[in-house]
């Protein structure tokens, strides 16, 4: 079903892009469908192999990022539920993901020796892809809340073969009250932060239907709590992701300016993509922002005829004491 987006949120967008041409390929790329992208499980198959099985089937695919050759966009028109059905899908070869999802981990980098902390990790798309990067090395700790998710991290996890993995069932401050007791610090942590979606209008238009500035106010509140105080979990030294699947500066760079005026051992890393990228903003209605929130990073759909994203990397550069 097509929604019409709200006044309001039109009125935001242009107020974010400015360009009237940008402007409207935003919108007019808005009514389009996103293509379908996977990305190869190397903890059980490499993505040459992997790709001799999809073409086998008569699939028209393409790797479009020479560095990153498990990321895989399917360019078949297929049967609705055809890609989540095949026998390599069912043992775990692929999973299906949106290639901005699979930006996060890209910019983390966890490695074989870290704790990392997914703290709102279902359906476990990221936590599965940190794991192969980590050759189910190392610890993750992949945290949700919501016990029908949780569900379906631990089946995703069991069919992606990982195997590094503890799942918690918390609410995010919860956990963190709990690992901040227990003296428990991370390499790399993970806030994949829910949000209102507004990047992922394209295959969730309800989206528009369901948005509201006051339902980006509340998520705002939460989200700086959830960062701030997962802040506190690293190593110095360690490095944290800050992402969302929206373009709400409320829910994006003012929870990065959050983190800045309350914790003084903080630094924003510059991030590298291999995709299409905007700097974050540094203004926005009454507010300014530092000027270090151009090095976050935003994805817009029509850049990329992908999905909305946005993400800032920050690192602990010294101990609180």
Known sequence: MKYTPK???????????????????????????????????TLKIQPDELIKRLKAKGW?????????PEIIIIQSELEPGEIGKTKEH???YYYVQEITSMMPIIALKPNS????LDLCAAPGSKTSQAASLMKNKGTIIANDLSLSRISI???????????????????????????????????????DAPCSGEGNIRNSP????????????????????LAHFAFQLLKPNGEMIYSTCTYSPEE?????????????NIEIQTINLPLKTRPGIIKWKNNKFSKELKKAIRIYHHDNDLEGFFLCKIKKIRSEN
Not at 165 to 186: A, C, P, Q, V, Y
């Open 7 to 41: 006044p309001l949120f039109i009125q935001r967008i242009t107020k974010l892009l400015k360009d009237k041409q940008d402007i409207n390929k935003f919108f007019e790329l808005a009514e389009t469908k996103a293509r379908k992208s996977i990305r190869c499980n």
């Open 60 to 68: 028209e695919i393409k790797q479009p990022f020479s560095e990153y």
């Open 90 to 92: 069912v043992l775990g």
């Open 113 to 116: 020796e870290d704790i990392f």
């Open 153 to 191: 991290l631990s089946t995703n996890l069991e069919r992606t073969g990982t195997t590094n993995t503890l799942i918690t069932r918390h609410e995010g401050l919860n956990l963190i009250s709990k690992l901040k007791k227990l003296g428990m610090k991370f390499d790399k942590i993970l806030v």
């Open 206 to 225: 309800r989206t528009l239907l369901e948005w509201s500035e006051n339902l980006l106010n509340r998520l705002s509140n939460t989200q700086k709590r």
């Open 252 to 264: 994006n760079e003012q929870v990065i300016q959050y983190l800045l005026d309350n914790n003084k």
